[in-house]
């Protein structure tokens, strides 16, 4: 199957999830950005049009919490752990989850479960 097919229908989904999901001040979006290496995290107000926290697999932060020749899943797992402990901070309790079209699946399962654990609801 070719990228741009694989990108067109993933870009399909991601629109119809966020014509449902937006980001208030009482609930804020928590969008998910996947490479084929990496993994990122935004906490956004669409009211304001601004993100609010962040973390990603690139950050030193995250980065020392990972043992060498982890798998991805693992390193979504500390993102997820990384970003619900910034939210907490900022006393951002409830969030909506938005996938980004991605599949519920692998990586994005494992950040949103690890996000759960230490705190987040949605």
């Not at 490479?35 to 697999?57: F, R």
């Not at 919490?65 to 982890?70: F, H, I, V």
């Not at 900022?90 to 989850?97: E, H, P, Q």
């Amino acid at each position: 199957m070719s990228t741009n097919i694989k990108t067109e229908r993933r870009t399909r989904r991601k629109m119809r999830v966020r014509k449902k999901i937006t980001g208030s001040p009482e609930r804020y979006r928590m969008s998910v950005y996947r490479s084929l290496k990496h993994i990122y995290v935004q906490i956004i107000d669409d009211t304001q049009n601004s993100t609010l926290v962040s973390a990603c697999t690139v950050e030193k932060e995250a980065l020392s919490s990972l043992e060498k020749g982890g798998t991805k899943s693992e390193s979504s797992k500390v993102v997820g752990a990384l970003i619900a402990k910034r939210a907490l901070e900022k006393n951002i309790t409830s969030v909506a989850f938005d996938r980004n079209g991605y599949i519920y699946h692998g990586r994005v399962k494992a950040l949103a479960d690890a996000a759960r654990e230490a705190g987040l609801q949605f």
